[in-house]
């Protein structure tokens, strides 16, 4: 059913299963677009495909996770095995039962990724109980807990789980109602009954798994509903699209966290849904945790490998001088995958350069689009020929509406992936389908090639974040951020874009900290301090003059930057616990610091030399 593409360049083989679409006009400029592929029949319930490899491979690991002493130094790793996650997750639902929780009294999660996390996930699973990991960082980095008591107050629990008092119990303590049962350290287990096959048995497509919360652009977080069957069919057409998860059971290393739908839906539910075995990474792509993710790469070989452009610019790097990392990481796997913010093309040289040196062949690079109400996989690559930017043709079962909008292409979704909406919120679950039934997802699209649309779509910004020149002239934010951030690599985390209603354009960066070895500062020297000082202001003076001779026009010339040396907030939603950078929430949140960057009132702001002469 997949078709093996060739390529002028050498790649280990793998096969896509989508590489035809069928479009259609209508009247207004208004195409749809579905793969050609139809969607073959898949589970009714994710528990069906746990009960299935419990039963086929009982003593495969179906999660594992390093064990750490009293001083948190990690050791061996601990496996739980399939047999071993059922008969746990059976004792849990028996619990959740005794308890009468349901989607009116669900379960919180307040805790990273864990077995113990992953282990309550499956007895909820089984007892039909629907849960909600809510997102750490409203716990432990926010100070104010604002968005924490919204969860808790959209969700009214029956339970809320953290795995660790010392932790969350501060967080715990200033949100949770007395009436509210609170569990710390392992979920609670009871002897299974006849009530736990019964409880299973009433489950079906349409029952509510979990809920998953929007981060919150501009407003405070939705509740995205997620049932059996939307989990079930995304899985399948993940099979479809990637035919590497059908040929042979995958093996993740993975930190994605389980709060978010990359690591919560797409990667969890894969491991399920293909009998495979996923290692809990502890670590992430920062510089007090990367080490961990290293270190993790260099014992256990993945057969897909899933990470955020961040983490892939991280790794490209170590795999330059570490050996035992190139030997092992690319030992066996099959692809690489990124989502979230634009992979900059110098960090997919870098990948493919090492990769051709170790192996002799290079690695696909596998990047689509979808999002929390898509479960998330929607749009996959066709080709291993990928560029940054670059989305594909739509999964098997997904139809694309494509409809110019301010002078763009939105792209909206219909399926069985498709949330039914957001949960107590009929208001923004109207506002978000039209009136065929489509879900507007707010992200613009180009055509690769528009003279052959098999080759699918590429990513054109978020309509939203775009915005007029004084002069009249739109600004498309999404692709002149990646221009930014390809050519501030691998110093820029990201970019916020400025000039609404001004004569030219702006950006703000956020740096990463690898602008310290630019400085040659003392390594207790202030972020302020690194990012004003002489190398790393004439680094990005240099970075500014490119992106200005580059420019063709006023609304892709950048006519100013300035570095941030104030780390954006995950309290007024400046940024995700994933790392994801909000432009619209910054801006509003700065609004008198972009005033003063454009009006020549902030220090450090750098601008072309050929403007200044």
């Not at 390809?486 to 354009?505: C, F, H, L, M, S």
């Not at 909000?582 to 003063?596: F, G, M």
């Amino acid at each position: 059913m997949g078709a093996e593409i060739s390529s002028a360049v050498r790649y280990r083989p793998l096969k896509f299963g989508v590489t035809r679409a069928v479009l259609h006009d209508a009247p207004g400029g208004v195409r749809y677009l579905r793969a050609e592929q139809e969607l073959q029949p898949y589970a009714k319930r994710i528990t069906d495909r746990l009960l299935h490899w419990a039963d086929a491979q009982p003593d495969r690991t179906f999660m594992a996770r390093r064990q750490r002493d009293a001083s948190g130094q990690a050791g061996d790793w601990r496996h739980v095995t399939y047999r071993e996650a059922v008969a746990t997750g059976r004792r849990i639902a028996q619990a959740m039962l005794d308890r009468g929780l349901s989607a009116e009294r669900p379960v919180a999660i307040l805790s990273e990724n864990d077995l113990e996390h992953a282990l309550l996930v499956l007895g909820c699973l089984i007892a039909g109980v629907p849960y909600c990991p809510v997102s750490p960082a409203y716990s432990t980095v926010s100070q104010d807990y604002e968005k924490l008591r919204h969860v808790l107050a959209t969700l009214t629990p029956g339970l809320v789980f953290a795995s660790d008092e010392k932790r969350y119990g501060k967080a715990v303590a200033a949100t949770v109602g007395k009436d509210t049962e609170v569990i710390y350290g392992s979920p609670p287990t009871a002897d299974p009954t006849p009530a736990v096959d019964a409880a299973m048995a009433a489950t079906g497509p349409d029952t509510i798994t979990k809920f998953l919360f929007t981060s919150g652009s501009t407003k405070l977080p939705k509740a995205v509903v997620n049932t059996h069957g939307m989990w079930c069919a995304n899985q399948q057409q993940m099979r479809q699209s990637m035919p590497v998860l059908a040929e042979e059971q995958p093996v993740l290393v993975d930190w994605l966290p389980w709060n978010h739908t990359f690591g919560g839906n797409h990667n969890f539910g894969l491991t399920i849904y293909n009998g495979g075995t996923l290692y809990i990474d502890d670590g992430k792509p920062t510089p007090a945790l990367m080490g961990e993710t290293l270190r993790n790469l260099r014992e256990i070989a993945p057969t897909i490998y899933f990470n955020v452009p961040t983490g892939f610019e991280a790794i490209a790097n170590a795999m330059k001088a570490d050996e035992v990392l190139r030997k092992n990481l690319l030992s066996r796997v099959r692809m690489f995958f990124y989502a979230g913010a634009a992979l900059a093309q110098p960090v997919w040289d870098t990948l493919h350069e090492v990769q051709e040196a170790e192996i002799g062949e290079r690695i696909v690079m596998g990047t689509g689009l979808g999002m929390t109400e898509s479960s998330p996989f929607a749009i996959f690559i066709t080709n291993p020929d990928v560029r940054s930017g670059y989305l594909g043709l739509p999964t098997p079962g997904v139809e694309l509406k494509l409809v110019p909008t301010d002078g763009k292409t939105e792209v909206r979704y219909k399926g069985p992936n498709i949330t039914p909406g957001y949960w107590r919120n009929p208001e923004a679950t109207a506002e978000c389908f039209d009136d065929e039934g489509f879900f507007s997802t707010g992200d613009a699209v180009l055509w690769i090639d528009e003279n052959n649309p098999h080759l699918g779509l590429k990513f054109d910004g978020r309509i939203a974040e775009d915005f007029k020149l004084a002069t009249g002239t739109f600004v498309s934010v999404g692709p002149l951020r990646a221009k930014i951030i390809a050519a501030g690599a691998p110093y820029v985390q990201d970019a916020v874009i400025t000039g609404i209603n001004r004569k030219e354009v702006g950006a703000l960066l956020f740096p990463t900290a690898e602008v310290r070895r630019l400085a040659k500062l003392p390594g207790d020297a202030s972020w302020k301090d690194v990012l004003e000082s002489p190398p790393v202001q004439a680094h990005f003076q240099q970075v500014v003059d490119g992106l200005a001779a580059s420019g063709t026009g006023s609304a892709n010339r950048v006519a100013r930057l300035h570095l941030l040396h104030q780390p954006p907030s995950i309290d007024k939603g400046e940024v995700t616990d994933k790392g994801s950078i909000n432009q619209r929430a910054v801006l509003k949140e700065r609004d008198a610091l972009v005033q003063d960057f454009h009006d020549g009132r902030l220090a450090f702001t750098l601008t072309p030399k050929e403007q200044n002469a």
